[in-house]
């Protein structure tokens, strides 16, 4: 190595310009783990357990019939952009035992995805409030599920009772490009936000 060159104070070249820690929330089993998964250039971490009887007539599974597993901590994972900005990323457990950690895994989070099943909008009613009421900046990303009728984004914002400044759009958590989209559309709100 030649030592005249190497200055530690030097900002090593592959580390990113920005930082940005982000929140995807929403109602249990709306694709929370499966949108970390499908974007994150890590291996995400995940924190999974078998759903037990304790769900059977407190978590509304109609629609994810075949889920067979839940959220009982946190996602994690991590995605960056090639402008030099990065995302951390934290999935929020779902089931409504588990709100109680919401407010920690929320701590420092620039902004949030609150991703909605249109079959089962109320199941995300919890986390809307949580963002409205802390003043997080969020976006609503409807997950359009296989044979689930199909809503405008105005639709879906009428019937959340959005404030005309949320931004709603559509996504397929499974697709990379598709979530990678709700992310950007996110950061672009918060920055947004931010200087508003
Ligand atoms: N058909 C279809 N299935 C999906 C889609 N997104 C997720 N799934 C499935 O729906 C189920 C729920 O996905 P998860 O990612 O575990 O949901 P979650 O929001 O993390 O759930 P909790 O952590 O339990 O609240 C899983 O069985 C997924 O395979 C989708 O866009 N279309
Ligand atoms: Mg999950």
Redesign the pocket.
């Known amino acids: 190595m030649n030592s005249a060159a190497y200055d530690p104070t030097a900002p090593a070249e592959d580390l990113p310009a920005h930082t940005l820690k982000i929140l995807v929330a929403?109602?249990?089993?709306?694709?929370?783990?499966?949108?970390v998964?499908a974007v994150s250039e890590i291996r995400p971490l995940r924190t999974?357990e078998v759903?037990t009887d304790a769900s059977v007539g407190v978590?509304d599974l109609g629609g994810?019939e075949?889920?067979?597993?839940?959220?009982v901590a946190m996602?994690f994972g991590r995605l960056t952009f090639s402008g030099g900005v990065r995302l951390y990323l934290f999935?929020t457990?779902?089931?409504e035992r588990f709100w109680f950690m919401w407010d920690q895994i929320a701590y420092g989070a620039v902004g949030a995805i609150v991703?909605v099943d249109t079959r089962r909008l109320p199941t995300s009613f919890a986390s809307i409030d949580f963002f409205e009421n802390r003043g997080i900046p969020f976006v609503v990303a409807a997950?359009?599920?296989?044979?689930a009728r199909r809503y405008t984004t105005e639709e879906i914002a009428d019937a959340l009772d959005l404030d005309p400044d949320v931004p709603v759009v559509l996504c397929?958590?499974?697709h990379y490009d598709s979530a990678k989209n709700v992310l950007i559309r996110l950061v672009e709100h918060a920055l947004q936000s931010a200087t508003a």
Not at 26 to 35: A, D, E, N, S
Not at 66 to 71: G, I, L, M, S, V
Not at 143 to 147: I, L, S, T
Request: charged share 25%; no cysteine; glycine share 22%.
């Open positions: 929403g109602g249990f089993g709306v694709g929370k783990t499966t949108l998964g999974e759903l978590d994810v075949r889920k067979t597993t839940t959220t996602d999935g457990p779902g089931q991703l997950n359009v599920f296989d044979g397929d958590v499974r």
